[in-house]
């Protein structure tokens, strides 16, 4: 069964740093693209960045490019997501999901979430 | 960059019958870059359709996706009470990457 395990949201002060981590498992982790989606409250979804297989290629949306780092660890089937000089928009429920394979560019498993609060 | 708008934003039916979504592209989308997601309270969104018209594994066959261009619909045939959620259409592109639809609320009427 896949599963994905998302963690380290927390409340945070404009300006400061998270490392959200996805931990996956029930599929062959180093096989496919990977992604971090996030919601804000009450709002519709956004895509933040992906990665591929081998973390060589990363992407960002705009309003994170230059804040928000991917990576990920094959050996550890985790997925992580550096975010530093947070806003009060990065405020949000981020979601880690798994593309679906090589040319198919959905999103066919999601973890439940890790919620981060950036506040004073 | 692709803008999808959804509509209606809210759709109010009863279980029984059809619901028909709409979303539009701001420019021609690749059909085979097109998705359609589900999302209840609480949950995360579930994949229903790709490739505009490819329901993903266990999807019941009440669920249909068609379209091209700039013009794609998700249609429910007949609504069980378990179909009443936010739905979300999304495509694959270059900058951003993927985009989202704001979605359709279908709410019990």
């Known amino acids: 069964e896949v599963q994905l395990v998302e963690s380290g949201g927390d409340l945070v002060q404009p300006g400061g740093s998270l490392r959200l981590s996805c931990a996956a498992s029930?599929?062959?982790?180093?096989?496919?693209?990977m992604s971090w989606v996030r919601q804000a409250p009450g709002k519709g979804l956004q895509w933040v960045s992906g990665i591929g297989v081998t973390g060589a290629g990363t992407y960002y949306a705009d309003s994170v490019k230059g804040r928000f780092t991917i990576s990920r660890d094959n050996s550890k089937n985790t997925l992580y997501l550096q975010m530093n000089n947070l806003r009060a928009e990065d405020t949000a429920l981020y979601y880690c999901?798994?593309?679906?394979?090589?040319?198919?560019?959905?999103?066919?498993?999601w973890g439940q979430g890790t919620l981060v609060t950036v506040s004073s | 960059e692709i803008v999808l708008t959804q509509s209606p934003g809210t759709l109010s039916l009863s279980p029984g019958e059809r619901a028909t979504l709409s979303c539009r592209a701001s420019?021609?989308?690749?059909?085979?870059?097109l998705a359609w997601y589900q999302q209840k309270p609480g949950q995360a969104p579930r994949l229903l359709i790709y490739?505009?018209?490819t329901r993903a594994t266990g999807i019941p066959d009440r669920f249909s996706g068609s379209g091209s261009g700039t013009d794609f619909a998700l249609t429910i045939s007949r609504l069980e009470p378990e179909d009443f959620a936010v739905y979300y259409c999304?495509?694959?592109?270059?900058?951003?990457?993927?985009?989202f639809g704001q979605g359709t609320k279908l709410e019990i009427k």
């Open positions: 999304q495509q694959y592109g270059t900058s951003p990457l993927y985009t």
């Open positions: 490739g505009a018209s």
């Open positions: 420019q021609s989308v690749s059909s085979s870059d």
């Open positions: 999901a798994k593309k679906y394979g090589s040319g198919l560019h959905y999103f066919d498993y």
């Open positions: 029930g599929f062959n982790f180093g096989n496919f693209a």
